[in-house]
Structure formats: C-alpha cells, structure tokens
T-cell receptor, first 111, second 112 residues
Framework: SQQGEEDPQALSIQEGENATMNCSYK?????LQWYRQNSGRGLVHLIL?????REKHSGRLRVTLDTSKKSSSLLITASRAADTASYFC???????????FGKGTTLSVSS | SQTIHQWPATLVQPVGSPLSLECTVE??????LYWYRQAAGRGLQLLFY??????ISSEVPQNLSASRPQDRQFILSSKKLLLSDSGFYLC???????????FGQGTRLTVV
C-alpha cells in the first residue's frame, strides 16, 4: 500500500529558525495532508494540499507538492518551542479511501 | 460541532484477556471511521477502515477485530490479547469523501 516516508526522522533546531520536513510516497494520490502529534496525544490536522495544487500556506506553515517526484515538504517558519512535536504526512489514493500515514518526523525546538 | 470520543485513555490488561475499545462520533452522519495503532516512537499503522455499517476492511492480519454496530460507533476488540498488542490505539473519522481526519485522544494499551 502507498505510504508516506518522512525525513529526517528527527530534527533539532533553535527557536526562530525554520524547520523543513520532507515526505515521499509511492503511488498516485488524491490529497496529501500534514498532521501534528504532541507526545501521547491524538493527531491534529495542519494542512491539506490537493494533487492538482503545488503550494499552500497557512500561517507559519508552507506546504509544497511535487507529484512528478511523489514528494512534499512542510516548512515551519520562525519556529517556537511550542512547535516541538511529531509531524506526519498522510495520503489517500482516491476520495474516500483510507488515509495512510508515514513514520513521522520528530521536531525539537529549543529556546 | 463534531466531536469524537475514545475510551478508556489507558488500559493494562493481562495476556490472554479480551479487549474492547470504543469510539463514538457526534455531530456528523455516515463518517468514515478508522482504527490505527502506533508503537512507541513510530508511525501510525492502519488497522481497520469503515465506510459504513457492515463495511469494514482489515489492513493487516492480527488477532484484532472491529465492528460498527451503529453509524457513529466503532469498536475494536480482541478475544485474547498478546504482548505484541501493546501500543497506542487511535480512532479517527473523516467525511464521506475523505479529506481532513479528526482523531480521538487515544488509548494507551499495555499487555502484561
């Protein structure tokens, strides 16, 4: 089954720096989404980008999608300590099919 | 507004005991429902996916089962737990056409 694979697995940065996480997937997709998970909690949706979109912004988040390379990136600008969490990409093959998650990137932002 | 309830939050069960985790959704109808499992420090493994009552697909072979007795209720069960069933179980729902998924707070299951 298709699956997003994020890299790096772990990322440590200082407050104020930008954080970039990448996601690669194997087969064609309908949408690609990014989620955040604080330790021991459920996931929270951050942003969705459709397969016919190339870039999307939401606050300090910027997501790009390159369907020819089957990859996406999530950029968090001006990181804060509160951004410390795990970030996952997720894809679905067609509308209404199961959402498949990658293994995630653990981001640590130190003040 | 839509909400999702998942319980219990934590559970410690002996090997060989049964399991029942419940998830309910409020404020929406005919949701797509998911059960995921997350091992410590790992990604989410899709266990079950349901697009309607009596329409449940199993993604991996295991000793777990899922049922959907009502439109907005999703239950994860096991007749006999294994040590390897320990993990963090997450229920989620999305709309009929997919899109954004909304997650419960998870159940931390420890099989001893």
């Amino acid at each position: 089954s298709q699956q997003g694979e994020e890299d790096p697995q772990a990322l440590s940065i200082q407050e104020g720096e930008n954080a970039t996480m990448n996601c690669s997937y194997k087969t064609s997709i309908n949408n690609l989404q990014w989620y955040r998970q604080n330790s021991g909690r459920g996931l929270v949706h951050l942003i969705l980008i459709r397969s016919n979109e190339r870039e999307k912004h939401s606050g300090r988040l910027r997501v790009t999608l390159d369907t020819s390379k089957k990859s996406s990136s999530l950029l968090i600008t001006a990181s804060r300590a509160a951004d410390t969490a795990s970030y996952f990409c997720a894809t679905d093959a067609r509308a209404g099919t199961a959402l498949i998650f990658g293994k995630g990137t653990t981001l640590s932002v130190s003040s | 507004s839509q909400t999702i309830h998942q319980w219990p939050a934590t559970l410690v069960q002996p090997v060989g005991s049964p399991l029942s985790l419940e998830c309910t959704v409020e404020g929406t109808s005919n949701p797509n429902l998911y059960w995921y499992r997350q091992a410590a420090g790992r990604g989410l493994q899709l266990l079950f996916y349901s697009i309607g009552i009596d329409q449940i697909s199993s993604e991996v072979p295991q000793n777990l089962s899922a049922s959907r007795p009502q439109d907005r209720q999703f239950i994860l069960s096991s007749k006999k737990l294994l040590l390897s069933d320990s993990g963090f179980y997450l229920c989620a729902w999305s709309g009929v056409r997919g899109g954004e998924a909304f997650f419960g707070q998870g159940t931390r299951l420890t099989v001893v």
